[in-house]
């Protein structure tokens, strides 16, 4: 292509090929080879028979979410991770899964056992990460903190609605200036006749640009202890506005929110928070069903490798008939065993009442590692196609990052378990006065 130093952007035009601006082509025909991720694979990762410890209600959940999340939602993902939309058609579909609420009894909720409620979220994670974010968020964080801590009348109002996805939720931690230092949060409540005023500014706050009902910590003026709220959608002062570019979970919509005197009527506020502490009660359950996550990310990555594996030729034979990569297939199957297995131990230690806050904290951090060094095989494995949404691995070792990152960063959580094991808290610096 020559282009002339003089009228550059018209000889650019002429200079273009007759075929500059056709679309893509269909990846089945670009690629006939191997399957794409739309046409899900057959899950092959429960190689030790997980089925064989879940109950029968765990195992009709498994199956139930497995193939509305292969049916419905893998055909359209990478589509919408690559526009960085959400998927507003799939969420009565999610609804009718009757899963989000999970472990709430009453109020039109599923009331899973945790084990179900984490089955479920992996089944859902095996298709698409940011789907499973989406039910996390409004699920885990936002309907089990007003099941937790809300009054009589918020429980009986809003999780009927939010139980069937016909209303949308989100929680807003996360500020702009304190993020694995969330106990200092800056957003402040004052006390004002019938109400409160909330002013403040919160980040990375996923669903918070279309939720119906916003989940906002702010620090109590009079007290100087952490109080939750309600706040709706559309309040006047409060904006949610989408932060763009992200490389993981792009189908989320995480927002920044900025609160302007938003006013908060009385009966809106959370009577059970009432200090950071409060937040916990949440974060012990809503941590062990993040650890599920990158549980069903692995899963689907590993099923997706072994059937591409099988359909992929080079040199005369599939790749699954390369020593190397037979090795490292074996190396992402052991990792799911073993993750499914400490994800499992954690469910059970919840269930019988001896989870701890390290338990917790171990299996987040301790997983998502495992799991990240897990899609990185993937991708490997992959080749080219390894870095192509369309084949599921380089969404889901994207999708991954964020995981590793929320609900307590791999650094933290392993700072919180090293707190129980050892007595001696270390997240501040020791010489702080000096820095
Ligand atoms: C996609 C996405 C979705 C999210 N969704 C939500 C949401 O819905 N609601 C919400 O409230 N929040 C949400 N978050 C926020 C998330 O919980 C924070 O990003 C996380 O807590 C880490 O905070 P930070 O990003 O400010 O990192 P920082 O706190 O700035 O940490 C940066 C690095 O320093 C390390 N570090 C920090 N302090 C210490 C210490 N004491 N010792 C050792 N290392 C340390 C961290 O481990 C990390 O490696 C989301 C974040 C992302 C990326």
Redesign the pocket.
């Known amino acids: 292509m020559t282009i002339s130093s003089t009228n550059k952007g018209d000889s650019l035009k002429d200079a273009r090929s007759s075929y500059f601006n056709l679309p893509p082509l269909d990846i089945s025909e670009a690629f006939p080879q191997a399957k794409p991720a739309s046409i899900f694979p057959p899950c092959a990762s429960d190689y030790y028979q997980f089925d064989d410890l879940l109950n029968d209600e765990e195992r009709a959940i498994r199956a139930k979410v497995r193939e509305c999340m292969e049916k419905e939602v893998a055909p359209i993902m990478a589509e919408y991770w690559e526009r960085a939309e959400f998927p507003f058609q799939i969420i009565p579909k999610l609804g009718a899964l009757h899963i989000a609420g999970g472990s709430i009894k009453g109020y039109g909720c599923p009331g899973l056992s945790i084990t179900g409620n984490a089955i479920a979220t992996a089944e859902v994670a095996r298709v698409d990460a940011s789907c499973s974010t989406f039910i996390l968020?409004h699920s885990s964080?936002a309907m089990l903190t007003i099941a937790l801590c809300g009054s009589e009348d918020q429980k009986k109002n809003y999780l009927p609605s939010l139980a069937q996805l016909k209303t949308i939720a989100?929680?807003?931690?996360?500020e702009p200036d304190n993020?694995?230092?969330?106990s200092g949060l800056q957003t402040t409540a004052t006390k004002v006749a019938g109400g409160w005023i909330l002013e403040g500014q919160?980040r990375?706050?996923?669903n918070s640009t279309f939720a119906d009902l916003l989940i906002i910590f702010a620090r109590n003026t009079a007290t100087n202890q952490i109080n939750g709220y309600i706040v709706k959608k559309d309040s006047p002062g409060l904006t949610a506005t989408k932060i763009e570019n992200?490389i993981?979970?792009r189908i989320?919509q995480?927002g920044d929110i900025v609160l302007k005197k938003v006013f908060v009527p009385d009966e809106d506020r959370l009577p059970g928070v009432n200090s950071f502490q409060d937040t916990n009660k949440v974060l012990a359950v809503s941590r062990v069903m993040v650890a599920w996550q990158p549980i069903g990310i692995s899963m689907g990555v590993y099923d997706m490798c072994l059937r591409y594996l099988k359909e992929r030729k080079q040199f005369g034979a599939p790749l699954a008939a390369f020593q190397i990569n037979q090795q490292k297939l074996v190396q992402m199957l052991g990792n799911v065993q073993a993750m499914f297995l400490v994800g499992w131990r954690l469910c059970k230690l919840y269930e019988s009442g001896k989870m701890t806050p390290g338990h917790a904290s171990l299996g987040k951090s301790w997983i998502s590692v495992k799991a990240r060094e897990t899609v990185a095989l993937g991708r490997e494995l992959l080749g080219g196609n390894g870095i192509l949404a369309d084949f599921l691995v380089a969404k889901a070792f994207c999708d991954l990052e964020?995981i590793y990152?929320?609900?307590?960063?791999?650094?933290?959580n392993s700072?919180v378990t090293a707190r129980e094991v050892t007595g001696i808290p270390s997240?501040?610096p020791a010489a702080r006065s000096r820095l």
């Open positions: 968020v964080l989100c929680w807003a931690l996360t993020g694995s230092d969330a919160k990375w706050i996923g992200k993981g979970l989320v995480n964020p990152t929320y609900e307590g960063t791999y650094d933290i700072l997240f501040k």
